[in-house]
């Protein structure tokens, strides 16, 4: 099986791509227009070089060839959401190409990053059909891939680490991104595409459904259509678009009124690879890069406070005070010296409640205070613990590293310090 | 010295002069069709200021905007063109009204449109296109500049047949925003007055960089004088007789100054077709927006498909625009692109770089039109092609952006004829010194003096 994307970015810029509208959120339709992005006779694009740096951004996190200057073709068709009736976008000129991304061991090819310009939007009300030409000129990137994804997992596994480098680049894509699919099943390879998908869980739904669809066809001999389908949100279908013989025509040419554009000099934000992070912060510890990666790929807080504390602290401490933090507290209120007390209590073996988490955000003076008691006292208790639990004892035989699991369930129950406890607890057990 | 500009500005007007201009353009443009609007507002103006034109795809805020076509009726540009509003801020002008011209600029006589304009000389004959108005109105009215555009001939070829100064400035020296497009690569505004030193001073005032242009790019303008003039022999060759004579004449007298060469460039003579596949390739798509209910022409039946609703509505293009969209869509299409577009790119650069190289060393000096004026009923005779033949001599420096200039030099029968010369990029000041030179020696005849003082 043979998965290719066409994922379409919206960047993150305060004005539009070829004019200067605003692209802040609104609710009133066409406020935010121009003769620009109406595409009204005698107007021309100007490029916003925001888009340029953050495309540029995007094509280097992706490890593209980058050429000195880019430039633009229309793309033409008719549609009216279309302002010109042609889209600038790129071809040959693009801002990237030949790249490729990194998923668990593997590479997924990067065919092209290219900017273009996003359409107006279409709005159906009963009988009416609306355009609210807001979106009209919004910056978009679309990222090509060559079809290398080759299971469910690693569709999804692509788009969460296209998501991270996107989200460390400042461009979110939870809600804004829309993909074009492509499937072929062997044995005849025939290329399907899906248009049009919004949002990532469409995206899974909508290729899982295909494959399924496809994989019926062929186990029942019924043929494969070389077809365009679109997927429809409420019925989790994939439906015929439409068959192609041939490719579209949308007779390019070279977008005259933007001549070849410089960005040898144009700066752009440097990647964050979050995997290659986790995997070297993980190194010679007992936690699982896993772990981090998670915690951080869409987080950059998080990222910066494991790398404030990381010589300070335990890794597995901060990893857990986080966790605990993320859990019971949240971000806004949160400055970085209340998220190093509960760190710190979790690295004093301290069991972090939520009240103790509220309470240190709430800049109450948290503190453990463990009972003290004899050696004597210690090791009754922990005999008696062990006949109550002679399943925990058994455990421990097999496998020493149980004696942790004891020692928490000691210390916790008996308010102790779980190093007071370890100390009679490897004492008693070694002598036994 | 001749500029009319600053002989206005010194003289006292009579009050009334405005009103009194208006109402005799309006009487006479009823034969002569030069204008598609007149401003009636200049009526109120009382500074004194010199009346000027734009042509018909140069946006002016408010003012209907057409093109020339049926598509954009009633379209209001709710924006001024960059040249406009330098016009308007440097105080000397005052806007008179629109100027007729072929659909979309798409035109050599000017005939491509409702009611083509005549030649101010004789109006059984052509004015030439596109900007046929601009040149007409320029020969009918004492005072006034007129702000005009070239694709591949436009400005030159109108101001030939009827006599007046056509600047087309290097691409990239004016701003194109807000000028309806023809094909962006080849577009350029520039300038027809009765004088070199009008238009320079016209020039001056619209160049220069425009942030809402990123192709007016042009930093600065040069004034290298030349000792050379080059002519050449495979284009004189498609010459007819009568102008090739009169021609030689003209540069028998220009030869006591300069050094004539007649050489060969056989690629010039080519130039046509690279010339109108670019031209038509980029109207086809310039074209597509025109759908019948954004702006413009308000088709309305909305209770049908979108392909049919586009269809009915621009069923309303003219027949040349209609060709030019046929053609232009054909030659973007898969299949033939590298066989036309790509290659016409490539001859283009070849183009580029064997004039340059030329105009290094010299001028280049040529008839404008290759025929004496033709007359209204046999233009209308000729086909397409034999129509695209006569850009002959303004395609070369259009295709490669470079700057040329078309003043009278000679009268046949009474009518104009024209002559055209061409420099390097950005050394448009060095045309504008020459026609100014030529000017000492040679007065320019006009049939109408309207506003007379």
Known sequence: MKIGLEVHVALPTKSKLFCSCSMADTDAPNSQICPICLGFPGSKPMLNEAAVSSALGIANALHCAVNNSISFVRKVYFYPDLPKCYQITQMDGAIGSAGHLDIDGKKVRIRRVQIEEDPAQ?????????????????????????????????????IANLRSLLYYLGVDINKEIKADLNISLPPKDIRVEVKNVTGIKSLIEATRFEIERQTDAIKNNEGIARETRGYNEKSKLTESLREKETDEEYGYIYEPDLTTFEISGTK????????????????????????????????????????????????????????????????????????????????????????????????????????????????????????????????????????????????????????????????????? | MTSYIREFLGMEKPKGYY????????????????????????????????????????????????????????????????????????????????????????????????????????????????????????????????????????IATPAALNGVVGFTPTYGAVSRYGLIDYANSLDKIGVMARSADDARMVFDIIKGKDEYDTTCAVEKINDEGKDKIYIIRELMEKTEPAIKKAFEKMVDGVGKSYEIKEVSMPILAEAIAPYYIIAMAEASTNLAKYTGYKYGLQYGEFNRRYNDFFTEARSNFGIEA?????????????????????KALAVRR????????????????????????????????????????????????????????????????????????????????????FVSEWEKGFQYKYKHNLGSL
């Open chain 2, 350 to 433: 070849m183009i580029i770089k064997e004039m340059a190289k030329l105009l290094n060393d010299g001028f280049m000096l040529s008839p404008t039109l290759p025929i004496p004026t033709p007359r209204v009923s046999d233009a209308m005779k000729l086909t397409s092609v034999q129509n695209y033949a006569m850009d002959i001599f303004t395609i070369p420096p259009n295709l490669g952006g470079f700057p040329h200039i078309t003043f009278p030099y000679d009268y046949m029968d009474g009518m104009p004829m024209g002559a055209q010369l061409i420099t390097g990029h950005a050394n448009d000041y060095a045309l504008l010194d």
């Open chain 1, 268 to 432: 752009f934000v440097k990647a964050t690879y979050v995997g290659r992070i986790a995997s070297e912060l993980a190194e010679g510890t007992d936690v699982n890069p896993r772990t981090i990666r998670e915690i951080t790929m869409l987080d950059r807080h998080s990222l910066g406070l494991i790398d404030k504390f990381k010589g300070k602290y335990g890794l597995r401490s901060i990893i857990h005070g986080i966790q605990r933090f993320k859990k019971y507290g949240s971000e806004e209120h949160a400055s970085d010296a209340e998220i190093e007390k509960i760190i710190g209590l979790v690295e004093s073996g301290a069991e972090v409640t939520r009240e103790m988490v509220l309470d240190i955000l709430a800049g109450k003076d948290v503190k453990v205070e463990y009972s003290r008691l004899t050696d004597g006292q210690l090791d009754k208790m922990i005999k008696e613990f062990l006949e109550k639990n002679p399943k925990l004892l058994e455990e421990y035989k097999k496998n020493s590293k149980t004696i942790n699991l004891i020692i928490n369930q000691i210390a916790q129950k008996n308010n102790l310090h779980p190093k007071d406890v370890a100390k009679r607890a490897s004492a008693l057990l070694n002598s036994a």
């Open chain 2, 19 to 154: 009103t009194e201009l208006a109402s005799e353009i309006e009487k006479k443009d009823a034969e002569y069709h030069a204008f598609t609007t007149l401003n009636r507002k200049i009526i109120d103006c009382s500074d004194g200021s010199v009346p000027f034109t734009t042509k018909a795809n140069i946006c002016v805020k408010g003012i209907e905007t057409t093109a020339g076509s049926k598509m954009l009726k009633g379209y209001l540009p709710p924006f001024d063109a960059t040249v406009v509003e330098r016009m308007l801020n440097d105080g000397k002008f005052s806007f008179l009204g629109e100027t007729n011209m072929d659909e979309f600029g798409f035109g050599t006589f000017g005939l491509n449109t409702e009611v083509p304009a005549r030649n101010a000389f004789d109006k059984d004959y052509v004015a030439g296109g596109s900007s046929s108005g601009a040149a007409v109105a320029t020969a009918m009215l004492k005072y006034h500049v007129a702000i005009s555009e070239s694709t591949g001939g436009s």
């Open chain 2, 322 to 342: 209609k060709r030019r969209i046929i053609l232009g869509t054909f030659i973007r299409s898969e299949s033939v692109k590298d066989k036309y577009y790509t």
């Open chain 1, 122 to 158: 279409i709005v159906r009300e009963g009988m009416l059909t609306l355009l609210d030409f807001n979106r009209s000129g919004t910056p978009l990137v679309e990222i090509v891939t060559e079809p290398d994804i080759t299971t469910e997992e690693e569709l999804r596994s692509f």
